[in-house]
């Protein structure tokens, strides 16, 4: 008789930890997941599905604007936040459903409540104690606020999906995918929209090209931007808010959003009773087979404080439990992930940066860069412009990154990571046919490099 009651204890029911659960079970192993807040994660619940569908909605007012220009006429439109808000709980709700089924289908068993490692073997659910030959922490992230006076004032992006009224102005503080993606949104509902970042550039590691264009698409759009801002403190006036942002600058908001970040949820789980080790950041330290200091126990997502995208989550999940429960190792490629911004207009890129190119191939690479009008914008009035760039090593012809601010970008891009990852050539693009017409077309029609 085994000395364990289950082969693995899942803490966090998100992406990496679901997909793990559900792909031991299947491959025979016990199988116990627990989750103390909502099944999907971060996600599913206050990521990335619930803001997509914020981004669509914030859109129509664009649409509804370049409707004059191909012939249509209306009433002006009215936009409902509360009916919003309720469409999306009821897709939620139909999402976790679904994730619960495919926990409950595979045999691993849910457990509701928060998880405490006791030592490197034992968990604790409430009064229930389980003993696992192994464990699995996949407990994502969390929103970091700073420590300043007004820090109790201030509403992060989880609260953003529960809002019971939009508020008319809103102060979002940050530069990165969260704070650019939700100020496209705010502003798209009809909301005055004012972001505050402390550099002087939006989207830190993204491509600086990319970085300067979507600023200025944002601001052509009429949101305000304030660079090089750092606010240190925020005070109640007049039923809003007033953020001091430096010597004699303050801004006034209904609403005050910090998206400065996420860090390792690692806070409360007993990690260092059971002997896990967590670096500078507190995230949890692992080694390439996603095994912690403690030999019993794995880690794996943005609890790890690596490359914290949802994909890469479930597809570190598939390579640890096949190596676990399939006598299989294929490690995953962190080179070359696409990701996407849903900014508006969209961002999408993979590959290198052409700051990365030029330093790991020096001298030795061709920018091929475009800008223009896309054809829905010859009529629209709105004068929304789309930027692609490709990065080709000129020694072997390899195309090495993919940059695009448009409508579409994340769609488009993937199709192209696909190329990259092929190891496609410049030659290939130039002799692939393009689809006519489209904003995609332009990726195989570059001809002429950027002069030096």
Same mark, same amino acid.
């Given at each position: ?106 045999? $691993? ?5 928060? %998880?405490?490692?006791?030592? @490197?073997? !034992?968990? &604790?659910? #409430? ?124 801004? $006034? ?5 910090? %998206?400065?970040?996420?860090? @390792?949820? !690692?806070? &409360?789980? #007993? ?182």
């Amino acid at each position: 008789m085994s000395e364990y009651d289950v082969d693995l204890f899942v803490i966090g029911a998100g992406s990496g930890g679901v997909r793990a659960a559900r792909m031991a079970a299947g491959l025979g192993a016990r199988v116990v997941i627990a989750e103390q807040q909502y099944l999907g994660g971060t996600c599913v619940n206050v990521g990335c599905v619930p803001k997509k569908l914020f981004v669509y909605a914030s859109h129509f007012q664009e649409d509804f604007a370049a409707a004059p220009g191909f012939g249509w006429s209306f009433q002006p439109p009215r936009f409902d936040w509360s009916q919003l808000l309720a469409q999306k709980n009821r897709e939620i709700d139909r999402l976790q459903t679904v994730y619960q089924g495919l926990l409950e289908n595979s045999g $691993a068993n849910i457990i509701i409540g928060q %998880a405490r490692l006791l030592d @490197a073997h !034992t968990v &604790a659910v #409430g009064e229930r104690q389980f003993r696992a030959e192994r464990i699995l922490v996949a407990t994502g992230g969390r929103p970091w606020l700073p420590d300043i006076p007004g820090k109790e004032f201030i509403s992060t992006s989880d609260d953003m999906f529960a809002l019971q009224h939009l508020p008319e102005r809103i102060l979002i503080v940050g530069g990165g995918y969260i704070a650019v993606e939700f100020a496209g949104i705010m502003h798209g509902l009809g909301v005055k929209t004012t972001l505050s970042y402390r550099g002087d550039k939006l989207l830190r590691g993204f491509d600086q090209d990319i970085r300067e264009f979507v600023a200025q698409e944002m601001l052509k759009k009429g949101i305000d931007i304030h660079f090089n801002s750092d606010i240190t403190r925020i005070e109640t006036q007049d039923g809003g808010y007033l953020a001091h942002a430096g010597p004699g600058q303050t801004i $006034a908001a209904d609403l005050v959003l910090y %998206a400065t970040g996420r860090v @390792a949820n !690692t806070e &409360a789980f #007993g990690l260092k009773t059971a002997g896990v080790e967590l670096d500078e950041q507190g995230a949890i330290k692992v080694d390439a087979y996603y095994q912690t200091s403690q030999p019993s126990i794995y880690a794996l997502g943005d609890v790890t404080n690596r490359v914290n995208l949802t994909p890469v989550a479930t597809a570190e999940a598939m390579a640890l439990v096949n190596r676990l429960y399939a006598n299989q190792w294929t490690p995953v490629d962190y080179d070359n992930i696409p990701t996407a911004v849903f900014s508006q207009p969209n961002v999408g890129t993979v590959g290198l940066t052409e700051a990365e190119a030029g330093r790991r191939y020096p001298n030795d690479i061709d920018v091929y860069k475009s800008v223009f009008t896309p054809m829905k914008h010859t009529l629209s009035g709105l004068g929304e412009k789309t930027l692609m760039k490709m990065l080709v090593q000129r020694s072997s012809d390899r195309v090495l990154g993919m940059h695009m601010v448009g409508a579409d970008a994340g769609e488009i891009i993937q199709g192209m990571a696909v190329a990259i990852r092929a190891g496609a050539t410049k030659a290939v693009f130039d002799s692939t046919i393009g689809i006519h017409p489209t904003a995609a077309e332009e990726f195989v029609s570059m001809r002429k490099s950027v002069p030096e």
